[in-house]
């Protein structure tokens, strides 16, 4: 999804867990010293509208609902795989079209319920239904056998065939303990799905009972994750407390109060007094925070599934030339453009699939900062930077998109002799004109992960794309795309894929230019937090292995 449609992820350094020999018996261990207290206090930076899985899309609601609801997986923190999360197990069959889930036994809702898989194919139905228009309809629908028809049902319409439809969808309970998925076609990307937390179960007689109004209220939220909700004061804080019949036993945090603070100063300075125990760090806050000799010692970061570019307009020209394109982007420094743009709080890159996640492919060097190189690729597009003129359109209420295109105009002055046309609109019309191809160079643009698999991201380049606005056009790239998506054979797929970055990196239809980076300060009483660029807080993803120590 793009980087505006949701808050950057946050996530943070891995801490290592605490254990302590006993004196008195050598070779004997005990497990790490324990406060008292064990509450954790996180901020969110903003209400949560919702915490339905079939609703939730920001980072604010997944934070709790990772808390409080377990899908059918888990991704590991370094995004290696999953890992069984409701399902104890899972089987494919041989042309990675249906999917078979052995749930846990043992799982259950906070009330005793026991978790069943038609609670997964109603919590999936329901992600499809266009009466709902959930979020992530469209990842669903696409996968799942007869997703993409009933997703296109007109609710209004189709009002009476509607539930019918549903039925015809490739989901289905074989038993209270088995969940089966057929799908569309071969999806290599589907654990990843399974894995999201809009995939968690959902009960179909607490939905009947309390309709919309079900996961607003902690007596109705009935969840299956390590946590319930039992506390929501709009504006102030939704805290969450162990669930008794999570199957894997209890947390050993007893509650984590997740305080919502708006102000990042504010959060801040509750930080520094004691009063919180993780904290997102603002970019404005970034240097004085660095420079602090108590809170940089606190400090943690962990680059984010989030990648920024600016985009040219390759169908006219002179931008239909792909040397030009080329200098235009090896004359960016990218290092400062963190530096300066996000205040340390990113890293650089030239290449399009993200640091942290399978597909990083740093060796492909065509848009890589070197002056010398720009200046050759220009003489190579046959023009001089005399008769090149450009504009660059960016969005004038955006501080992020003025400070982008100021950067880029300085960078292309001093490195190539270009000189750039800056031009302000307001967003309804920047809007516009890219989606009409009324521009030659806009941004910044970009992409962040719906899940960690390079089947979310090739598809923005396509030919047939709504997302691309540059009107490049590669055969070859959407050929290799396209095979890739449906191929179950790991290692050539990495090689299609592999193919269709070094064509995108290499035709430069997009100048690729930083990777967000989070900065979180975590007290150095928390214990046991595993960091995954998926964490929406440090610790986020695996809640049960943190702990509190003594101080």
Known sequence: ??????????????????????????GVTVGPKLAKDQV?????????????????????????????????????????????????????????????????PNAKYWDGTPVKAQDFVYAWQRLIDPRLAAPNETLFASAVLNGERV????PQRDAKTIDGALGTLGLKAVDDNTFQVQLARPDPAFAWLAAMPAAAPIRKDVVAKSGDKWATIPDTLLTNGPYR??????????????????????????????????DGAAALARYKSGELDEVV???????????????????????????????????????????LRQALAQAVDRNAFVAQIFQGEGAPIDTFIPKGMHGYAPNLTTQRYDVAQARASLAASGFSANQVSLTFTY???????????????????????????LQALD???????????????????????????????????????????SFWQNQQYDNFVRVARTDTQPARRDQEYLQAQSMLVGDAPVTFLAQTVSWYLVQPYVRGIVTSPLDEWPGGLTPTQVSIAPH
Request: with cysteine.
């Open 1 to 26: 999804m793009t980087p505006a449609s949701r808050l950057w992820r946050a996530a943070a350094l891995s801490l290592a867990a605490l254990t302590l020999a006993a004196a008195c018996q050598p």
């Open 40 to 104: 954790l206090r996180v901020v969110l930076e903003d209400q949560p509208a919702s915490l339905d899985p079939g609703q939730t899309q920001y980072t604010y609601e997944t934070a709790v609902l990772r808390a409080i609801s377990e899908p059918l997986l888990r991704p590991t923190p370094d995004l290696s795989g999953v890992v069984p999360a409701a399902a104890q197990s899972f089987d494919v069959n041989s042309d990675g079209t249906a999917y078979v889930f052995h749930l846990r």
């Open 151 to 154: 997703s296109l049902m007109d």
């Open 229 to 262: 909700v039992t506390e929501m004061l709009k504006g102030d804080h939704i805290s969450v407390e162990r669930n008794p019949y999570y199957w894997a036993g209890k947390a050993t945090l007893t509650r984590i109060d997740f305080e919502i603070v708006i």
């Open 281 to 323: 760090v603002q970019p404005a806050q970034a240097a004085s925070v660095a420079a602090d000799s108590t809170l940089s010692h606190q400090l943690v970061k962990t680059p984010n599934l989030t990648v920024f570019w600016m985009v040219f307009r390759v169908d006219s020209p002179p931008l239909d030339n792909a040397k």
């Open 395 to 421: 969005d004038q209420s955006s501080d992020f998109g003025k400070a982008t295109a100021k950067f880029v105009h300085d960078q292309l002055k001093a490195n190539l002799g270009i000189e750039l046309n």
């Open 427 to 469: 967003a309804n019309t920047l809007a516009s004109r890219v989606e009409n191809g009324q521009f030659q160079i806009s941004g910044p643009r970009g992409w962040n992960a719906d899940y960690p698999d390079q089947a979310d991201w090739y598809d923005t380049f396509l030919t047939t794309s709504s997302n691309n606005v």
